[in-house]
C-alpha cells in the first residue's frame, strides 16, 4: 500500500512536470522571429499560401487558442502533423524512437559491463597503477566530446580496420526483420533471422561504443567512490576478521552495498544518453531519433521539434521512476523506513 | 617553506590549472601567438599534413590550423565564461529568491526548475538555437537557458541551510534589510558549491557549444570555432585525420582541465562533498 501511494505521489509530479515542459517547448517553438511558413513554403510563396499555411497549422490564431488545441490534441494522442515529412508526429516518433532505444540500451549495457567491473578494479588498487589508468580514463570520457569521438572510432573502426560497418542499423542487402518492437535485435531474435541479427549487432558496435563511453565513465566513478566508502566500513572489517576470502568479501559484501547510488547514477544517465544520441546517431547515419530532432530543427518544423522535445523531457522523469522502483526493491530500509 | 595552497597538492590539479593557464594566454595574445591569419586561404597549400611551416598541417582551403586552434581558444573560453556568467547569475538570484521568499513563490519556482532539469540539455538547446536562428550568440543563450536551474537548485538549498544559523538570526534581529542579509551574509557563504558548479559547467558549456556547431546550430563557418572545425575535417577523417583531430584534442584537454579542477576545487572547497578518492 505504502508503495502505491508513493508511485502515484510519483506519477501525479511526472505529469505536473509534463505540463511545464508542453507550455515551455510550445513557448519555443511558437515565439520564434523566424517564420516557419516562409521556412516550409520558401521564399517565393504568394501571400496566400503563406495565410493558406498559417491556417493549415493554426498559426493564425491567439497563441493561448494555439496551446490549448495543442494540449487537448496530446491528450488525445495526436501530436499534430509534421509540416517536413506530411505525416503524423507521433507515426513519425513510433518509427524513429525505436532506433534511439535500441541505441541507448546497447550503450547503457555496455556501460554498465564495462564501468562496475572497472570501477571495482579501480578502488581496490586505490592509489596504484590500475587505479590511476581507470581513473585517467573515466576522466577522458567525461571530457571527450562525443562526435569527435565517434568520427574517430569510424576513422578507425571502418576506414583502418575495416571491422565494422561505418553508418546506418543494417546492411543495404540485408532485408530488415519484420516489425515487432522496432529493435532490429530483438526481431530479428523473434523471426529466427540469423543475417539480419548478425547485421544489426555489428552495425550497433561503434556507435553504441561512442554513445556508451560517457556513462561508462560516469558510472566507472560513482562504482569507485562508493566501493571506496563501503571498504571502509565496519562490517567490512568484520567479513574479513571471519576469515572470509577477499573474492567473497568485495563481491557479496561490499559490492552490493555499493551498487545502491551507482543504480541512481545509471538512472540519471539515461537523460544524457538522449542527448549524446542527438549527436552519435548524426555521426552513424543512425535512423533515430536524434537525427529527427536534427532535421526537424534546421526546417523549423515546429510540431515535430514539440513532439521531440515532450518524448525526450518525458523519457528522464520516468527513467528516474524506474531507479526508485528499483532502489526500493533493492534497499529494504526504504521499505520498511 | 611556502605553503602550498591545498589544491595544489595534486599533480592532476597543477597539470589542470597549467593548462587553463596556457588556453587563456593563447585566447589574449592569439593575434601575436598566431603565425597565420587564422582566416587566410592559401589554396596552394591545402590539406598539407604537419610540417615546419604550419605544425598541425593546413585544412582543405589551406588555413593554417595551428592558428585557427588558438582563435578557437578565444571563442571556446568566452563560450564558457560567458554561459557560467549568465546562467549562474540568473539561476542564483532565482534559487536565492525562491530560498528567502519561501511558499508559494518557492513552490512555483523550484517547479520551474525541475521542468528544465527534465529536458535533455542539447535537444532543447538545439530547439532554442533552431527557433532563434543558427548562430554563436544564440547558441550561447541556448546553451544557458538549460545550464542554469542547476544553480538555482544549488544556491536555494545553500541558503535553506544557513537563513537559520545565528549570524543570519542576529543580522535580522539587528534590523539589516533582507537584500543585504542575502548580498552580505548569505551569498559568501554559499559560494563554495556554485563555485564548483561553474567550473564544471565551463567544460560542459565549451562541449555543448562545439557540439552545436558540429551539427550547425552554433559557430558558421568560417569561424575557427573548435567544434566548426571538426565538422569541416569530417570529410577527410579517412584520409588528412588531422584536420579533425586537433580541434577534438584541444576541447578534451580544456574540458578535461575544468573538469580535474572542479573536482579540485570541490575536494578543497567543500570537505562535506568530498569523494571518497
Same mark, same amino acid.
Given at each position: ?14 505529469a505536473?512536470v ?13 515565439v ?38 495543442y ?33 541507448s ?23 596504484? #597503477? ?6 585517467? +580514463?573515466?576522466?577522458?570520457g ?33 532485408p530488415?526483420?519484420?516489425? @515487432? ?32 563511453? !560517457?556513462s ?5 566513478? #560513482? ?13 567490512? @572489517? ?30 540519471? $544517465? ?11 546517431e ?22 515535430? %521539434? ?17 531507479v ?14 | 617553506? %611556502? ?27 592569439a593575434?601575436v ?45 568566452v ?24 511558499? *508559494? ?13 527534465? !529536458?535533455?540539455? *542539447? ?23 538549460? $545550464? ?53 559547467? #565551463?567544460?560542459a ?46 576541447? +578534451? ?15 578543497v ?9
Open positions: 500500500m505504502r508503495f502505491l501511494g508513493f508511485l502515484l505521489r510519483r506519477i501525479v509530479g511526472i505536473a509534463m505540463i511545464g515542459v508542453s507550455v515551455i517547448t510550445f513557448a519555443i517553438s511558437h520564434i522571429p523566424a517564420d516557419p511558413a516562409v521556412a516550409a513554403l520558401g521564399d517565393h510563396a504568394t501571400d496566400e499560401q503563406i495565410a493558406a499555411f498559417r491556417a493549415e497549422y493554426k498559426l493564425d490564431r491567439p497563441l493561448v487558442e494555439q496551446y490549448v488545441t494540449a487537448n490534441g496530446i491528450l488525445h494522442g495526436d501530436l499534430g502533423r509534421s509540416i517536413r515529412t506530411r505525416r503524423a508526429v507521433l507515426d513519425d516518433l513510433a518509427d524513429s524512437f525505436p532506433a534511439t532505444l535500441e541505441l540500451f546497447t550503450a547503457l549495457l555496455v556501460s554498465m559491463l564495462v564501468g562496475i567491473p572497472a570501477g571495482v578494479w579501480s578502488a581496490i588498487y586505490r592509489g596504484r #597503477m590500475p587505479d590511476f589508468v581507470v581513473r585517467l +580514463l573515466a576522466l577522458a567525461g571530457s571527450i566530446p562525443i562526435f569527435w569521438l565517434g568520427l574517430i572510432v569510424i576513422g578507425l573502426g571502418y576506414y583502418q580496420l575495416g571491422w565494422f560497418p561505418g553508418g546506418g542499423r543494417i546492411d543495404t542487402f540485408v530488415p526483420p519484420p516489425t @515487432r518492437t522496432g529493435l532490429y535485435v530483438v526481431d530479428s531474435l523473434i523471426a529466427g533471422d540469423l543475417d539480419a541479427l548478425g547485421s544489426s549487432l555489428l552495425h550497433l558496435v561503434l556507435p553504441a561504443l561512442t554513445l556508451g563511453y !560517457f561508462t565513465a560516469v558510472i566507472t566513478r #560513482m562504482t569507485r567512490s562508493s566501493m571506496l566508502e563501503v571498504l571502509g566500513q565496519d562490517y567490512m @572489517r568484520t567479513a574479513r576478521a571471519k576469515g572470509l576470502r577477499e573474492r567473497v568479501i568485495v563481491l557479496r559484501h561490499a559490492l552490493r552495498n555499493a551498487l545502491i547510488p551507482t543504480v541512481t547514477i545509471i538512472g540519471l $544517465t539515461f537523460g544524457s544518453l538522449l542527448s549524446g544520441a542527438v549527436l552519435t548524426t555521426i552513424f547515419s543512425w535512423p533515430g531519433l536524434g537525427r529527427y530532432a536534427t532535421a526537424s530543427a534546421v526546417s523549423l518544423d515546429f510540431p515535430a %521539434v514539440l513532439g521531440v522535445t515532450l518524448l525526450a523531457a518525458i523519457v528522464y522523469p520516468l527513467a528516474n521512476l524506474v526508485d522502483v528499483v532502489y526500493y526493491w533493492l534497499d529494504p530500509r526504504i521499505q520498511h523506513g | 617553506m %611556502v605553503r602550498r595552497s591545498p589544491i595544489l597538492r595534486e599533480p592532476l590539479n597543477i597539470i589542470a590549472i597549467a593548462l587553463i593557464a596556457a588556453f587563456a594566454v593563447c585566447a589574449l595574445l593575434p601567438l598566431a603565425p597565420y591569419d587564422p582566416l587566410a586561404q592559401t589554396l596552394s597549400a591545402r590539406l598539407e599534413p604537419p610540417s615546419a611551416a604550419h605544425w598541425l598541417g593546413t585544412d582543405s582551403l589551406g588555413r593554417d590550423i595551428a592558428s585557427r586552434l588558438i582563435y578557437g581558444a578565444r571563442i571556446s573560453l563560450i564558457g565564461v560567458v554561459v557560467v556568467a549568465l546562467a549562474g547569475i540568473f539561476g542564483t538570484f532565482v534559487g536565492l529568491v525562491a530560498g528567502y521568499a519561501g511558499g *508559494l513563490a518557492d513552490e512555483a519556482l523550484m517547479r520551474l526548475t525541475e521542468v528544465f532539469l527534465a !529536458f535533455p540539455p *542539447l535537444i532543447l538547446a538545439m530547439a532554442i538555437a533552431g527557433a532563434l536562428g543558427p548562430s554563436l550568440t544564440n547558441a550561447i543563450i541556448a546553451i544557458a537557458a538549460v $545550464t542554469w536551474a542547476v544553480y538555482a537548485r544549488l544556491a536555494r538549498g545553500q541558503l535553506l541551510s544557513l537563513r537559520r544559523r545565528e549570524y543570519v538570526e542576529a543580522a535580522r534581529s539587528i534590523g539589516v534589510s533582507p537584500a543585504r542579509i542575502l548580498a552580505r551574509h548569505l551569498l559568501p557563504n554559499a559560494i563554495a558549491p556554485l563555485l564548483i558548479q561553474a567550473s564544471f559547467d #565551463m567544460g558549456a565549451i562541449i555543448a557549444a562545439a557540439g552545436l556547431s558540429f551539427i550547425g546550430f552554433g559557430a558558421q563557418p568560417p569561424t575557427p570555432e573548435w567544434g566548426v572545425m571538426i565538422s569541416e575535417g569530417r570529410n577527410f577523417i579517412s584520409t588528412q585525420p588531422w584536420l579533425s583531430l586537433f580541434p577534438g584534442l584541444a576541447i +578534451l584537454f580544456a574540458v578535461g582541465s575544468f573538469n580535474v579542477l572542479g573536482d579540485g576545487l570541490r575536494d572547497l567543500d570537505p562535506r562533498l568530498r569523494r571518497a578518492n
